[in-house]
């Protein structure tokens, strides 16, 4: 590849079906499905987000992808409905789920927006999205988040890297010549921009700080009911890492060493 300076290449400018096709192709290779964040950590999200705000209905996955979220709320009996903008990613996931109780369903988006009524999701998460869409897109997509939820009561659940260099993960493709993020991530965000940019559309923050998922994952075995007697220095040395690992009471309490960020806010009653 010639000096990235010279015009030999060029970024890619996603638009909407090209994001969609993306999507759509991922949906389909099943090789790319572990790379799902949601399908690594998504028990730790749904742990995670109980500490900071209760689940009421509707709930819904709003950029479901193939359904690994909804996989984690359906096994803790939590009834979910999704939305993606990737019909693919909607028929693997309306095919992945059917006739599981619980599951009501994933629709598909039109321009950023839904069937569903005004105030209808009283628990929207909006997880690991939030980076892959282009201002224009995401300015609509946030106004449809808006609408959706209920005023005062409901709850936006929003997670991304923190702080991601979006540079280390850029491919270049030698067909067209040119440079992308290969999970198409086109934005990054910090503390303070991200609490800014669901500001500026009109939601109230609750919460906005960093944490690693990933320790909430592991179940936390209950301790066996043993004589006062029957102690050793491993049993100690046992349960002093057993802990270590509990993840911590306080959820705000980032933790390396791969947070991300997460925003909790609500839409003010009029």
């Not at 742990?47 to 709930?59: K, S």
């Not at 998922?213 to 301790?223: E, L, N, Q, S, T």
């Amino acid at each position: 590849m010639s000096d990235p300076s010279s015009p030999d290449w060029h970024y890619l400018d996603w638009s909407e079906q090209q994001i969609e096709d993306f999507w759509n192709f991922t949906a389909n290779w099943p090789a790319h499905h572990v790379d799902y964040f949601t399908r690594q950590v998504g028990k730790g999200v749904i742990r995670f987000a109980r500490t900071l705000m209760p689940f009421t209905q509707e709930v819904v996955d709003f950029g479901c992808g193939k359904g690994d979220l909804i996989e984690c709320l359906l096994a803790d009996g939590i009834p979910c409905m999704g939305v993606d903008s990737s019909a693919g990613s909607v028929d693997f996931v309306n095919a992945r789920f059917q006739g599981r109780v619980g599951w009501k369903g994933a629709i598909p988006t039109s321009g950023g927006r839904t069937p569903m009524p005004d105030g209808s999701a009283g628990t929207l998460f909006f997880v690991e999205t939030i980076e892959h869409l282009p201002p224009e897109v995401l300015r609509e997509v946030l106004r449809e988040l808006r609408r959706l939820l209920k005023p005062g009561e409901g709850r936006l659940f929003v997670t991304t890297p923190d702080d991601e260099l979006l540079a280390r993960e850029q491919v270049f493709c030698p067909a067209c010549h040119s440079v992308f993020h290969r999970y198409q991530h086109v934005a990054t965000f910090s503390k303070t921009t991200l609490a800014q940019t669901l500001e500026a559309m009109g939601f109230t923050t609750i919460a906005c700080d960093t944490t690693d998922f990933g320790r909430y994952v592991a179940d936390i075995p209950a301790p066996r009911r043993r004589s006062v007697l029957d102690v050793s220095m491993r049993d100690v040395l046992h349960r002093i890492k057993m802990i270590v690992r509990k993840p911590s009471p306080n959820p705000a309490q980032p933790s390396a060493p791969e947070p991300h960020l997460y925003w909790v806010g609500s839409v003010p009653r009029e």
